[in-house]
């Protein structure tokens, strides 16, 4: 599977982006996708998931009612969209692909199979 994460930028605290991340290969619906981010001398850190089957979601805190995970199959693409995007938003944000359509500690990156090259998020106050 290869990941093409796209749509990042500079956007004004409070604005909105919208990430996409396209999948190669004939098995996405079968997987579990998240979305990490990771800033400036700080560790890729979890900010959402969705189930391969289901299309269950998770969030971290932070991002909790301002984020939104979502996945066309068809289009074998996964999306984030960011509203009310804050500062410390700022990173670069990757996308993964987890072979298992669900599980309990999907907030882990060492378990996703696949991961995008990034896109750099940047909010200006």
């Known amino acids: 599977v290869q990941l093409q994460a796209s749509g990042g930028g500079l956007a004004q605290a409070g604005g909105s982006l919208r990430l996409s991340c396209a999948a190669s290969g004939r098995t996405f619906s079968n997987y579990g996708m998240g979305w990490f981010r990771q800033a400036p001398g700080k560790k890729r850190e979890f900010v959402a998931r969705i189930s391969g089957s289901t299309a269950s979601t998770w969030y971290a805190e932070a991002v909790k009612g301002r984020f939104a995970i979502s996945r066309d199959n068809a289009k074998n693409t996964v999306y984030l969209e960011m509203n009310t995007l804050k500062p410390e938003d700022t990173a670069v944000y990757y996308c993964?692909?987890?072979?298992?359509?669900?599980?309990?500690?999907?907030?882990?990156?060492?378990?996703?199979?696949?991961w995008g090259q990034g896109t750099q998020v940047t909010v200006s106050s």
């Open positions: 993964a692909a987890d072979r298992m359509p669900a599980r309990s500690n999907y907030f882990m990156a060492r378990v996703y199979d696949y």
